[in-house]
């Protein structure tokens, strides 16, 4: 199964609305990134979070990791057509050593409508 | 400008030519990893270097090689490439010795098909 689960798979919302994309695991998640991705280019970095009820904004993205440190949520309050693209979150669910790397969701497809 | 070079950015080969997908990176960071990105899987990692000299094998390192003689580079080696190796690669490095709790940048990609 996926150690990493995002919802959902694809999201079409219309220009102006606000909208929630989720990244959930059943381990514990020791470092949390977000990225956004255009179709067939490199990822881009969004945010990073570690602590455990962190919430960090940049712009009208919000990202949440929760008490737990096992869901993260990004939040992108009235959408436009720039924030099209792939979303993904990364994450550190080794131990907390980090040598391995991030393990990655499987990304979310978002479509702005004008 | 801060970055990670890859290349080619494209490139188009038959089964068993060799080819090397070259990796480097200006900010003196001494952890650099290979992901692949294949639809409906998501982004694995091959494999990872925390340092000069050491690499290790990542999720799917089945087919490939890499090697770190020097800091800034980190080339991706496919001795002899098969269809199931046509894919999006991605070279990504970050500071620290591991790749999680410090941001990684990433390559521009590389796609690569193998026919």
Known sequence: SQELEQSPQSLIVQEGKNLTINCTSSKTLYGLYWYKQ????GLIFLMMLQKGG???????IT????????????????????????????????????ADGLTFGKGTHLIIQP | ??????NPRYLITVTGKKLTVTCSQNMNHEYMSWYRQDPGLGLRQIYYSMNVEVTDKGDVP?????????????PLILESPSPN?????????????????????????????VT
Do not use: M, W
């Open chain 1, 38 to 41: 255009k179709y067939g280019e």
């Open chain 1, 54 to 60: 962190e919430e960090k904004s940049h712009e009208k």
């Open chain 1, 63 to 98: 990202a949440k990791l929760d008490e737990k440190k096992q869901q993260s949520s990004l939040h992108i309050t009235a959408s436009q057509p720039s924030h099209a693209g792939i979303y993904l979150c990364g994450a550190d669910i080794s131990s907390g050593g980090g």
């Open chain 2, 1 to 6: 400008e801060a970055q990670v070079t890859q």
């Open chain 2, 62 to 74: 089945e087919g490939y090689k890499v090697s770190r003689k020097e800091k800034r580079n980190f």
């Open chain 2, 85 to 113: 190796q046509t894919s999006l690669y991605f070279c990504a490095s970050s500071s620290g010795t591991s790749g999680s709790l410090y941001e990684q940048y990433f390559g521009p990609g590389t796609r690569l098909t």
